[in-house]
């Protein structure tokens, strides 16, 4: 009887050990790298929890488009250099007669930095009636979204393409829309129906190669997208950081990484809470230089909080950022 209530005292004793043993692996601190490529030529797609998703060419697509059948946000590829410009006039009749006379002055519209529903396309949406490419039908037809807009979209080659996207069938979950070159007849027409990809944020195209470009993993997979991306602050392309829907992120400035925690700001679900500005660049020494005493607190799609912290970045050279990520709740 005495050997059997020393082995059971001795089994919970291990066990014991074992938990906090665990426990103390699962806070200690993490330090992980990613490399976005010389000159930034990749996007990342990361889970703190689980490290590098996938790793992909930034530069294979120029237009994306939500694959939720309640909103009808598109983005252009603007780190790759994609500009896109709405026709002053904009009247969908006049396909053929639309021109890019006037450009210069034109308004370059933009993916928005703050939220993934608004994409360049969007510019001046409401998210509801109003998505700027098109207007929300209603009930009546199909919860289809019907376009308004032609548009002038310049590629990263420096190509121009006139691009006017019709319609969004709701009752289908598929977009329609049709480009073309100004100086060439052929018009290309083009579906893409996006409950083939619901797992999801979005699903890209190639104006370039006329396809479909698959390149992001499941939604639930990831939390923060290494990348380029205009700065609404800065108004100009930067390198840096967007956090994927469902996450939320909390920054605490001007406190010492030892004594930063939770209580000292609140979680935002704005995308570039991270964004660009841990660094700043010195045109003097081409190198990247870190903000002193700032961390950041990520709540992952799966609930998990880590604590964030920026060690160093190299620049166009490597496209390396070096970091250090603790697992605090």
């Known amino acids: 009887m005495v050997k059997k209530v020393v082995f059971v005292l001795l089994s919970i004793l291990i066990l014991s050990c074992e938990k906090e043993k665990g426990d103390d692996i699962k806070t ?13 030529i990749n996007d990342i797609f990361y889970s703190l929890e689980n490290g590098e998703i996938n790793s992909v060419a930034n ?7 939500a694959t939720s059948m309640m909103n009808a946000t598109i983005l252009v590829n603007e780190g790759a250099g994609v500009k896109l410009y709405v026709h ?3 009247d969908t009749s006049k396909w053929n007669e639309i021109d890019t006379t006037g ?6 519209l933009y993916n928005s930095d703050s939220t993934w529903l608004i994409g360049a396309f969007n510019y001046g949406t409401n998210l509801y009636d109003n998505w700027g490419w098109g207007y929300y039908g209603g009930p009546s037809t199909n919860h289809n979204v ?6 002038i979209i310049q590629l990263a080659s420096g190509s121009i393409k006139k691009i006017f996207i019709y319609l969004k069938d709701g009752s ?13 007849n052929t018009i290309n027409y083009e579906s893409i129906q996006l409950s083939n990809y619901s797992t999801r944020n979005f699903i890209y195209y190639s104006l370039v190669n006329n396809e479909v470009i698959d390149r992001e993993p499941d939604a639930n997979t990831w939390d923060l997208l290494f990348t380029r991306y205009f700065d609404e602050q800065s108004i100009h392309i930067v390198t840096g950081i967007l ?39 010195n045109w003097m020494t081409d190198n990247f230089s870190l903000i002193n005493d700032l961390t950041y607190f990520v709540k992952t799609t799966s609930g998990k909080v880590f604590k964030l912290i920026f060690i160093s970045s190299e620049g166009r050279s490597s496209g390396k950022i070096k ?5 605090i709740e």
């Open 146 to 151: 019907i376009g308004k807009r032609m548009y």
């Open 103 to 108: 450009i210069s002055g034109w308004q370059e």
């Open 28 to 40: 200690q601190p993490i330090i992980d790298s990613i490399s976005l490529g010389i000159d930034y």
């Open 323 to 327: 970091f250090e990520k603790t697992l």
């Open 59 to 65: 530069t294979t697509w120029d237009i994306a488009f």
């Open 243 to 281: 956090s994927n829907n469902n996450v939320k992120v909390a920054e605490v400035r001007g406190i010492s990484k030892e004594l930063a925690d939770t209580t000292l700001s609140n979680f935002s679900d704005n995308i570039s809470v991270i964004g660009s500005d841990w660094k700043t660049y």
């Open 88 to 90: 002053p006039e904009s």
């Open 172 to 184: 289908t979950n598929t977009y329609h829309f049709k480009f073309a070159d100004f100086d060439d």
